[in-house]
């Protein structure tokens, strides 16, 4: 860290009102040359919004911006770039039908001697970024489209680190990347840093927080609440601030009591394989339990959820439905048999941005009693406005704009569209992923007390192994799409998971 705390940027008395919504209200905010800042706050507490006011993505209602001594108003996010400030968005705002090496340098093209594009340089360039500075080696010419959401989010970040900025400001980088990533990504911060530039870093993961940030600032409901060295704020405090009431250790995150799984079984599948993707699977999923699929990245967790779903199709084996053979050809032969496969893109798979917040929760339901058998609007109401206290959606009313919602609460709208359907097995990948702390330990207990009390089977993905360990009363290791063994109750623990990944744990199944 500069030890001369140098304020690179202030930004005082920010107001930002959407019609309906007051997003922030008198904030402060001080960034040092030279730190890494986290901000924190619940989901829609204002931390993408403050972002945006800075780059000039909204035109902020009222307050001052000031950085390097000067006032500044930038009125778009190419103009906060050229005067230093790089951004990595909450939303991968990337091209999907450009290449790799376009997106990298779109709006700042290399130029030959007569002004054309120097497609060469640019393609060479590109792959010369990648490689030095995040260690990746991929074929720059490809569309982006090509490759899958994490590889998306690290060429976002090549492409703001390389803006020669002085402030990098990551919204959320780290929640499709696995830990390996996420380290090599630390890893180049912390030399950024090193040179004076200052980042702002947003995540949900208290872990990355305290890992690598200097100080906190938190928001909570639009609202300034203060700012900390991350040293002498303990967790439990942070939680507290975010929460804005006294939590007592081990309020959060403790262990519930799990699920119990009942005799009969609801699906089960037989030497299941879909080439490339799962391989030989065998396994039971018992009405009233909640069974967890770990394993890294890549392992195949989550093509085991879809083709439980019918998303992938299997060459040999089967499936069985509460005793009875199905074939499987699409998604919907699952979801009449009451399934309902809660996706781990979210922010790609479903989201209807220009629909309402009641119309996107009720939209799979809807489909499930079909287009035809129309429901009517007291009703739906009646359920959008359940699920939105049960998830505690924030939410100006039922018919805002899903796109106006801040990110943690979309996937929450995602998450209620399929417990809408009020599915037999639910099927929830990386369900708490960009959730803040609060709602994550209500999510993981809303599992829990779904099969504990109403008999649903629920399938549970998540990287997180503690996660996994509150939740789960049996959990089946993936390795290389195989299912290497299975962890019963009391065999449940962060090492054992670790160790069977890893081949070193057996169990007894
Ligand atoms: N374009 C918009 N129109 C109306 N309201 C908006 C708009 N963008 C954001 N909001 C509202 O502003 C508030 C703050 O949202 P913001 O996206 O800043 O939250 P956040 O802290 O980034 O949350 P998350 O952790 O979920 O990403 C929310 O109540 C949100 O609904
Ligand atoms: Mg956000």
Not at 140 to 169: E, G, W
Not at 346 to 374: C, P, T, W, Y
């Amino acid at each position: 860290m500069a030890s001369d705390n140098e304020i690179i940027l202030r930004m005082e008395h920010i107001n930002m009102f959407f019609p309906g919504v007051k997003a922030l209200k008198d904030v402060t905010f001080n960034l040092r040359r030279g730190e890494i800042h986290s901000l924190m706050g619940e989901n829609g507490a204002g931390k993408s919004t403050l972002i945006k006011v800075l780059t000039g993505v909204y035109a902020k209602t009222s307050g001052d911006i000031i950085y390097c001594g000067n006032h500044i108003n930038p009125k778009s996010t190419l103009e906060s770039q050229q005067i230093g400030i790089s951004t990595v968005y909450q939303e991968v705002n990337l091209c999907q039908n450009l290449t790799v090496a376009e997106n990298i340098y779109i709006g700042r093209e290399p130029r030959g001697r007569f002004g054309a594009i120097d497609w060469r340089k640019m393609s060479n360039d590109a792959q010369k970024l990648l490689k030095n500075s995040l260690g990746i080696d991929i074929d720059v010419n490809q569309t982006l489209s090509f490759y899958p959401v994490a590889m998306q989010q690290m060429i976002a970040i090549a492409r703001a680190i390389d803006t020669r900025c002085k402030i990098l400001i990551l919204d959320e980088p780290t929640s499709s990347l696995s830990d390996k990533e996420t380290e090599k990504l630390f890893s180049i911060m912390r030399d950024l840093r090193d040179t004076g530039i200052s980042i702002i870093f947003i995540s949900h993961f208290l872990e990355q927080i305290y890992a690598i940030c200097d100080r906190i600032t938190v928001l909570r409901d639009g609202e300034y609440v203060g700012e900390y060295d991350v040293k002498t704020l303990p967790r439990i405090e942070l939680i507290s601030k975010m929460m804005g009431k006294e939590i007592k250790e081990g309020e959060i995150e403790t262990t519930q009591s799990k699920s119990k799984a009942r005799e009969s079984v609801f699906l089960s599948t037989e030497h299941l394989t879909v080439p490339g993707k799962v391989k030989d699977l065998t396994m039971n999923i018992h009405e009233g339990e909640v069974i967890g699929l770990a394993g890294l990245l890549g392992a195949g967790r989550t093509e085991i959820a879809e083709s439980l779903f019918g998303l992938n199709q299997a060459t040999s084996g089967t499936i069985e439905v509460e005793g009875v053979k199905v074939s499987v050809k699409s998604p919907m032969d699952m979801m009449d048999r009451r399934v309902a496969f809660c996706p781990e893109d979210r922010k790609s798979a479903g989201v209807f941005g220009d629909l309402s917040v009641r119309e996107n929760i009720m939209i799979a339901l809807q489909a499930k009693n079909g287009m035809f058998k129309h429901m009517p609007r007291a009703k739906q109401n009646e359920l959008a406005d359940y699920y939105i206290d049960l998830l505690r959606i924030k939410v100006s009313d039922r018919e805002q704009m899903l796109s106006n919602l801040s990110g943690g609460n979309q996937q929450k709208v995602i998450i209620a569209r399929w417990l809408a359907t009020q599915p037999s097995l639910l099927i929830l990948d990386e369900p708490t992923r960009g959730i803040d702390v609060g709602t994550k330990t209500e999510i993981e207990a809303l599992a829990v007390s779904l099969a504990r009390e109403k008999g649903m089977s629920v399938v549970f993905i998540s990287g997180e192994m503690g996660e996994m360990v509150r939740t789960c009363s049996r959990i089946l290791v993936i390795r290389d799409h195989v299912k290497i063994t299975e962890l019963a109750e009391d065999e449940i623990s962060e090492a054992h998971i670790m160790q069977a990944i890893a081949g070193d744990y057996h169990g007894h199944a």
